[in-house]
Structure formats: structure tokens, C-alpha cells
């Protein structure tokens, strides 16, 4: 199972950046996609997830509104639009797939990570 981020990098605050994940060795049409953040000496925090028909999105009350999930299943490909970037959206983006449609905000429903791409949004 491979869970490649992209697209992380420096940004001015108030720019934007597209996240991707591609996916290999899961059943990506029939998982649960999501997006969590890290920050330095900070907990794991839900951003985003997607369900597996991209039918329905659950964001973060700390990105509602300026990030965007979204899924490509011919591409086994998610990703994260972010809009109106503010400096305490600095951290480290991970994505993540379950099997099911549970707890999609908790971390520990997930299966598999990927390996996290850097976003620092400078003021």
C-alpha cells in the first residue's frame, strides 16, 4: 500500500496550493479518503475527508469554507484544494484511506497513511 502526497510547499498568506494523493494497493473506489494536518508539537488534526463515491465531504470548522477534498476514482487520486492560506495552516498534510465510512474525523479509523507533505504559509 503506497499513499504519496504532493503539492505541499511556501506560500504569502492569503495564496493557495492543491494537495494531490495518489494511491496504489488498496481499493481506492471503495475507500474513504482523508486529509489530517500535524503541526509542530501540536496533536494530529482532521482537515477533510471524502467518502468513497465522493457523495459527501466533512471538513475541519478550522478550514470550513477556504479548503476544497475531492476524488478522481479512474485516477486513484485525491485532492486538497486550499484557499485563503493563513500562517496557523502551517504544518506537515498527511492523507490517509479506511475501509469504511466511520469516525472519518478520528485518526485511529484509518488504515493507511501516507507520508506527509510540508505546507508553510509565511505572513
Known amino acids: 500500500v503506497q499513499l504519496q502526497a504532493s503539492g505541499g510547499g511556501l506560500v504569502q498568506s492569503g495564496g493557495s496550493l492543491r494537495l494531490s494523493c495518489a494511491a496504489s494497493?488498496?481499493?481506492?473506489?471503495?475507500?474513504?479518503m482523508g486529509w489530517f494536518r500535524q503541526a509542530p508539537r501540536k496533536v494530529r488534526e482532521f482537515v477533510a475527508a471524502?467518502?468513497?463515491?465522493?457523495?459527501?465531504?466533512y471538513y475541519g470548522d478550522s478550514v470550513k469554507g477556504r479548503f476544497t477534498i475531492s476524488r478522481d476514482n479512474a485516477e486513484n487520486t485525491v485532492h486538497l484544494q486550499m484557499n485563503s492560506l493563513k500562517p496557523e495552516d502551517t504544518a506537515v498534510y498527511y492523507c490517509?484511506?479506511?475501509?469504511?465510512?466511520?469516525?472519518?474525523?478520528?485518526?485511529?479509523?484509518?488504515?493507511?497513511w501516507g507520508q506527509g507533505t510540508q505546507v508553510t504559509v509565511s505572513s
Open positions: 494497493g488498496i481499493t481506492f473506489s471503495t475507500s474513504t
Open positions: 471524502i467518502t468513497p463515491g465522493g457523495g459527501s465531504t
Open positions: 490517509a484511506s479506511q475501509w469504511h465510512m466511520k469516525n472519518m474525523r478520528a485518526p485511529l479509523a484509518y488504515d493507511y
